[in-house]
């Protein structure tokens, strides 16, 4: 399997608000001949355009989930059956 860059999804801020919250947090290929970069599709089929890279790299935390454990309960049930 390549390498994985893990992605959040954000809502849109209101005007209170001083950043984004996520909503959920997708699993992604890296594209070719890069291991931070995010491919154009998160494993389970939604573009990553406006997505936010996350700092958290699956390749740096051997035996840990693929995600930042802080966001467990926001996974993208059908991007952990991928991975």
Do not use: N
């Not at 931070?36 to 494993?43: K, Q």
């Not at 454990?69 to 993208?76: D, F, G």
């Amino acid at each position: 399997m390549s390498e994985i860059v893990v992605v959040y999804e954000l809502d849109k801020p209101t005007a209170g608000d001083a950043e984004p919250s996520v909503l959920r947090v997708h699993a992604v290929p890296a594209a070719p001949g890069m291991t931070a970069v995010a491919g154009p599709r998160t494993y389970c089929g939604r573009d990553t355009f406006a997505m936010e890279v996350s700092s958290w790299r699956p390749g740096e935390h051997p035996g840990d989930a693929w995600y930042d454990p802080q966001y467990a309960s926001l996974v993208c049930a059908a991007c952990a059956d991928a991975v």
